[in-house]
């Protein structure tokens, strides 16, 4: 692919991560290849399934300890810790983000249950999803409350009324659940009582009698098959719920929280990636020098992806340091996303009017770029999350403006 300043070195990235970016780099136009195929028919994925993106993609979210040889042999010699997993996605969304999202992977539901399950719990959700033809999902977002655990309304109650130390019941409803039709293995998030402390993950294997999923009829991320789901009166082991082994204070939404900081991120690496796609694309199919207006928007966007893919660099580092950092991963997304929005719209001018009916690559990715925003929280969520944690550091007086030093008193 073009080299843009994306390639430039970025001094955060030691040898090891530097040979993380350049092996993602190797594959991933295995990604951009199938995209289009995918992003056709997304049901159809028996022929994609042995993409080597998708292997190292896989391999990447699963713990070295549940890994076989093949794995093992995928990542060898690569560092493993968040920080290349981002690098990871930014170099596979530069082939294509709706195909990387399209591949069986352990996923969002795979940092859920890192964070909350026990030995065996990881264990039989990573079995899963190393076969390479399983799905994952994490089914969090609900119809009527979005993810907000006080409105929460998928319950889990005791199948024996008189004993809520046994099995349960799995009742609701969820939506916009990526790989939740066709998903094989997962987390749902659901409420056990009335306390803020009781919302619980479940982890739940499909098919399962009374739980159903359908895929939505989607413009952008076709591949991610974000999904509707219902649960009717799902059986769930008691071994199966989540966090036991863990304080009260950190079985629940703590652990959808701490995965959420960390999704940011990804779908920030993400949407760096796909403007790089972008950029490169435009870059190569220009056929005549471009004009000095044409060339500062081209300059202007190089440079704006490069600084980034730098904050996505050293949010990782935050994240992973200190999984408190909302605000770090809030900021990240907010610029990530106005980034690919903003070369989505801008670029594919500059091969003309037609540009997206020409290039079916393009026009896939200007819709691919507006499912991003929706992902892991719109702008505004992120723009709301800053200005509390901004208010709460004494920086801005609740309900007032900032109050300049040496005034205000």
Not at 23 to 39: F, H, T, Y
Not at 40 to 60: C, Y
Not at 159 to 177: C, I
Not at 370 to 379: I, V
Request: aromatic share 6%; with cysteine; net charge neutral.
């Amino acid at each position: 692919m073009t080299a843009l300043a994306l390639d430039a070195e970025d001094p955060v990235l030691d040898a090891a991560h530097r040979r993380m970016r350049a092996r993602a780099r190797e594959v991933a136009p295995a990604l951009r290849e199938a995209a289009l195929a995918i992003d056709a028919d997304p049901a159809r994925m028996a022929d994609h399934l042995d993409n080597p993106a998708f292997r190292l993609f896989r391999a990447m979210g699963i713990p070295e300890r549940f890994q076989d040889e093949r794995y093992r042999a995928e990542v060898k010699g690569l560092p493993r810790d968040f920080l290349a997993q981002m690098i990871c996605s930014m170099e596979l969304a530069r082939g294509d983000a709706g195909a990387m999202f399209a591949g069986p992977a352990p996923a969002l539901a795979g940092v859920v249950v890192r964070t909350l399950g026990d030995e065996r719990q990881q264990a039989a959700f990573y079995e899963r999803v190393a076969d390479g033809a399983t799905w994952a999902f994490c089914a969090i977002t609900e119809p009527q409350a979005g993810s907000d655990a006080t409105r929460m309304q998928t319950a889990l109650t005791p199948a024996d009324p008189a004993d809520r130390s046994g099995d349960w019941l799995l009742s609701g409803a969820k939506k916009y659940v990526g790989n939740g039709s066709r998903g094989g293995v997962g987390v749902v998030f659901a409420q056990t009582g009335n306390s803020p402390l009781s919302v619980r993950a479940a982890l739940l294997e499909l098919p399962a009698p009374g739980a159903r999923g359908e895929a939505l009829d989607m413009i952008g991320l076709r591949g991610a098959r974000i999904s509707e789901m219902t649960f009717r009166e799902v059986p769930i082991a008691r071994d199966r719920l989540l966090g036991a082994h863990l304080p009260a204070t950190r079985r629940g939404m703590w652990g959808a929280v701490t995965a959420f900081y960390g999704a940011r991120v990804q779908i920030s690496a993400t949407a760096v990636g796909l403007a790089a796609a972008v950029y490169d694309y435009v870059r190569a199919e220009r056929r005549t020098p471009a004009p000095a207006a044409e060339r500062r928007v081209l300059e202007t966007a190089a440079l704006r992806i490069a600084a980034a893919a730098r904050l996505v660099h050293r949010t990782a580092l935050l994240v992973e340091a200190d999984q408190g950092r909302g605000d770090a991963s809030a900021l990240c997304k907010l610029e990530a996303v106005r980034l690919v929005g903003d070369v989505t719209r801008r670029l594919p001018a500059l091969l003309g009017r037609g540009a997206l009916l020409d290039h079916p690559l393009l026009e896939k990715w200007t819709r691919d770029a507006a499912a991003l925003e929706l992902m892991e929280g719109t702008s505004d969520i992120q723009r709301l999350r800053l200005a509390q944690d901004f208010a709460r550091s004494g920086a801005v007086p609740a309900g007032g403006d900032p109050v300049p030093a040496g005034e205000g008193g």
